[in-house]
């Protein structure tokens, strides 16, 4: 059995196989290969995009999504092994992922860190564990990493620009209010440098270089693919001729669970925002976002109704991209 947790997991083969059959799906929609299916989709946190394009895409495909929200319409659950649950939980992962697997053909999960102990967090535990109870294939529908928003960002690029190999790609930290997930940071570091593209990870200090294990897995992917991966802290010289500019706001992981302290860091980087005049710099690039994104915070209304900006499109090749996800676990991939 083979669950998608991390695109770490899967090869640049079985990738390139799902983003096929996302093309294909995205030429015909509707088909009736998951008929009698169904998926069980667990939100510690909250979605627009994820679920919407789930319980669509498994409609789409003839089968059935049972939404929860553990905590809110459904019992709360403890992840932790051993523990006395004498908190707030009302249930254990262990059953929950039991009896889950026994109604449904397939579980996802979103579960963000809890921004308190980046040194547990950094193992991804909570889907884990459902990954270890369930008798079923398990989806990531976002813990530390965003897989499915990888292959929507792939799939993108690969309609926009053809083959992605050597094509520059800048990973743009932007200013937010408060400290994010690095999520989907981390996981456009590591579909970009699998597909063999030349990335420049531009933050504005060492504090907001990723987590090393995201970090060295970029690094063997380049000597895989070919591609390069470099960080810079220079906003000029990392715009310069790149073809893809994706941004996304996250927090500073050595004031990780600490966000009063990571605030004297952030202040002061407003200037990082995605802008006209930092477009003009590059190669004609494309700019997209995972959405949702605050419009003159982290991008300018200019850059987000621009014709490079391509965040709706990556947000639409969610639906396409989850429902290979979907039919490739389940054995209905043509």
């Given at each position: 059995m083979q669950n998608f947790l991390s695109t770490t997991d899967w090869s640049r083969d079985q990738l390139d196989g799902l983003l096929r059959l996302a093309?294909?799906?995205?030429?015909?929609?509707?088909?009736?290969?998951?008929?009698?299916?169904?998926?069980?989709?667990?939100?510690?946190?909250?979605?627009?995009?994820?679920?919407?394009?789930?319980?669509?895409?498994?409609?789409?495909?003839?089968?059935?999504?049972?939404?929860?929200?553990?905590?809110?319409?459904?019992?709360?659950?403890?992840?932790?092994?051993?523990?006395?649950?004498?908190?707030?939980?009302?249930?254990?992962?262990?059953?929950?992922?039991?009896?889950?697997?026994?109604?449904?053909?397939?579980?996802?999960?979103?579960?963000?860190?809890?921004?308190?102990?980046?040194s547990n967090d950094r193992t991804d535990s909570v889907i884990r564990a459902l990954a270890q109870h369930a008798s079923v294939p398990v989806i990531n529908m976002e813990t530390i990493v965003h897989p499915c928003q990888e292959l929507a960002l792939m799939l993108t690029l690969q309609e926009k620009l053809g083959d992605t190999a050597r094509r520059k790609?800048?990973?743009?930290?932007?200013?937010?209010?408060?400290?994010?997930?690095?999520?989907?940071?981390?996981?456009?570091?590591?579909?970009?440098?699998?597909?063999?593209?030349?990335?420049?990870?531009?933050?504005?200090?060492?504090?907001?270089?990723?987590?090393?294990?995201?970090?060295?897995?970029?690094?063997?992917?380049?000597?895989?693919?070919?591609?390069?991966?470099q960080v810079s802290h220079d906003i000029e010289s990392a715009y310069a001729g790149a073809e893809v500019v994706y941004a996304k706001s996250w927090g500073a992981l050595p004031f990780y669970?600490?966000?009063?302290?990571?605030?004297?860091?952030?202040?002061?980087?407003?200037?990082?925002?995605?802008?006209?005049?930092?477009?003009?710099?590059t190669n004609n690039a494309l700019f997209s976002h995972c959405l949702p994104l605050r419009r003159n915070i982290k991008a300018t209304d200019a850059v987000m109704d621009s014709e490079y900006c391509v965040a709706l499109d990556e947000a639409e090749n969610r639906l396409h991209v989850q429902k290979a996800v979907m039919m490739t676990l389940l054995g209905a991939a043509k």
């Open positions: 093309g294909e799906l995205k030429q015909q929609p509707m088909n009736g290969s998951l008929k009698g299916k169904s998926i069980a989709l667990l939100f510690l946190n909250p979605s627009m995009r994820t679920r919407t394009s789930f319980e669509l895409g498994m409609q789409q495909l003839g089968g059935i999504a049972i939404v929860l929200q553990p905590g809110k319409d459904a019992w709360g659950v403890e992840f932790r092994p051993g523990v006395v649950m004498d908190g707030d939980a009302e249930e254990h992962i262990a059953e929950v992922a039991g009896v889950l697997s026994r109604y449904c053909d397939l579980i996802g999960l979103r579960a963000f860190p809890g921004f308190k102990d980046w790609m800048v990973l743009t930290w932007t200013w937010h209010p408060r400290p994010l997930n690095t999520a989907v940071a981390n996981s456009a570091l590591l579909i970009a440098t699998k597909f063999g593209m030349d990335v420049t990870l531009l933050c504005p200090e060492p504090a907001y270089v990723l987590d090393e294990q995201f970090m060295e897995a970029a690094e063997t992917n380049v000597q895989d693919s070919g591609g390069s991966l669970g600490n966000p009063e302290a990571e605030w004297a860091l952030r202040h002061k980087y407003r200037h990082f925002i995605v802008d006209e005049k930092k477009m003009a710099l």
